[in-house]
């Protein structure tokens, strides 16, 4: 599986901007999906996830930090993971990646990690000016 996001950019805070992770492979449909984010000078951290669907089911998960701002989704016939994001805030500044995990067992501790997602985009730079 190849991953590749796009959809960063340079924005004001409070406005918007929605990311694209696109995969290649049938599999991905499997995957649970995770979007991380970096900034400068910190270490990687959970932002939001989408679960594999069990029938028309698929559960999201997100960080405190971004809960009722981001929101995660997923379209199968486009094989494409989304991250809305809404109200953005200098903090939220970062080089965002999403990655797969083929593999998930559904505890938190499980989906925060990134040492668990096997499959990582190249990640988009999102500038978030005051």
């Known amino acids: 599986v190849q991953l590749q996001a796009s959809g960063g950019g340079l924005v004001q805070a409070g406005g918007s901007l929605r990311l694209s992770c696109a995969a290649s492979?049938?599999?991905?449909?499997?995957?649970?999906v995770g979007w991380f984010r970096q900034a400068p000078g910190k270490e990687r951290e959970f932002v939001a996830y989408?679960?594999?669907?069990?029938?028309?089911?698929?559960?999201?998960y997100y960080a405190d930090s971004v809960k009722g701002r981001f929101t995660i989704s997923r379209d199968y016939a486009e094989n494409t993971v989304y991250l809305q994001m809404n109200s953005l805030e200098p903090e939220d500044t970062a080089v965002y990646y999403c990655?797969?995990?083929?593999?998930?067992?559904?505890?938190?501790?499980?989906?925060?990690?990134?040492?668990?997602?096997?499959?990582w985009g190249q990640g988009t730079q999102v500038t978030v000016s005051s």
């Open positions: 989408i679960s594999r669907s069990v029938g028309t089911t698929y559960y999201t």
């Open positions: 492979g049938r599999a991905f449909s499997s995957y649970a």
């Open positions: 990655a797969a995990d083929p593999n998930p067992s559904g505890s938190k501790w499980r989906r925060e990690s990134p040492a668990f997602y096997d499959y």
